[in-house]
């Protein structure tokens, strides 16, 4: 079982920068499919970016395409989601997330019910 913790939320002017930060422990990243969602009030929480347990292979909503990238370090046993060019509407609740299953170690999952764990949320909050 592993527990996440995210970190790096805030609040950011319209075209700044943030880099969320996802601290993993009792197993190793590795072990699972990670993923960023958020969430807003009253709506369902949505994918944002996800990466395979390989580490090689991600996928993004179209929306935060060329603007958001995940990462992870095996090392830190962490998962990162680095924000650029951030707009108002990027404004929610991010979760980190990880999945496991017996599914191939280049597999992305993009679905949120796929995910066993997840973390507390940290709020971001972009102003224009």
């Known amino acids: 079982q592993v527990q996440l913790v995210e970190s790096g939320g805030g609040l950011v002017q319209a075209g700044g920068s943030l880099r969320l930060s996802c601290a993993a422990s009792g197993r190793a990243i590795s072990s699972y499919a990670m993923g960023w969602f958020r969430q807003t009030p009253g709506k369902e929480r949505v994918f944002v970016a996800v990466?395979?347990?390989?580490?090689?292979?991600?996928h993004y909503a179209d929306s935060v395409k060329g603007r958001f990238t995940i990462s992870s370090d095996s090392a830190k046993n962490t998962l990162y989601l680095q924000m650029n060019s951030l707009k108002p509407e990027d404004s929610a609740i991010y979760y980190c997330?990880?999945?496991?299953?017996?599914?191939?170690?280049?597999?992305?999952?993009?679905?949120?019910?796929?995910?066993?764990?997840w973390g507390q949320g940290t709020q971001v909050t972009v102003s224009s």
């Open positions: 990466i395979s347990r390989s580490g090689g292979n991600t």
């Open positions: 997330a990880a999945a496991y299953g017996d599914w191939n170690r280049d597999i992305v999952i993009v679905m949120a019910h796929e995910y066993n764990y």
